[in-house]
């Protein structure tokens, strides 16, 4: 089965989301978080399907009154990484912002996660801010932000 364009998220897909959530150790959204922000019109969920499973997923956030837009996860199956499928859910990400009259992008990501760095950077993230201990682990973490130039 081809693969799908990122959609947004419904209920329906909770337990999907949850089950790729626990693929990763610490800092997971629970079900309660899920919930609140799909019930949110400051928050947009998005999900990429592969072989007809949910495969990656991501978080949008918006703040009345700002045109800066907050990614706040982006997660893809381990399984079915080096697929393009980050990628195109950050370029969703940036659509979507975009479309809502924001300006910048910015995220938080983990300072040894060099694979999420490198999607990043390589999308023309830049680094406005280290985060010394900013997970819950303890962790370093980054900000990164990115200018959204409208389209001609």
Do not use: W
Request: contains cysteine; positive net charge; proline residues 8%.
């Amino acid at each position: 089965m081809p693969d799908s364009a990122p959609r947004d998220a419904t209920p329906a897909d909770l337990p999907a989301l949850l089950a790729l959530e626990a693929q990763f150790p610490g800092d997971r959204m629970s079900a309660r978080q899920y919930r609140r922000h799909l019930a949110s019109p400051r928050a947009r969920i998005r999900v990429a399907e592969r072989d007809g499973t949910l495969a990656g997923a991501s978080v949008l956030l918006f703040r009345a009154g700002s045109a800066t837009a907050r990614l706040y996860s982006i997660v893809v199956d381990p399984a079915r990484r080096g697929q393009g499928l980050g990628r195109r859910l950050l370029d969703d990400a940036e659509n979507l912002a975009r479309a809502r009259g924001c300006t910048r992008l910015r995220l938080e990501v983990r300072a040894d996660n060099p694979a999420a760095l490198a999607l990043y950077e390589g999308a023309g993230y830049r680094r406005l801010a280290a985060l010394p201990g900013y997970y819950e682990d303890g962790g370093d973490g980054l900000r990164l932000e990115k200018a959204l130039p409208t389209p001609p």
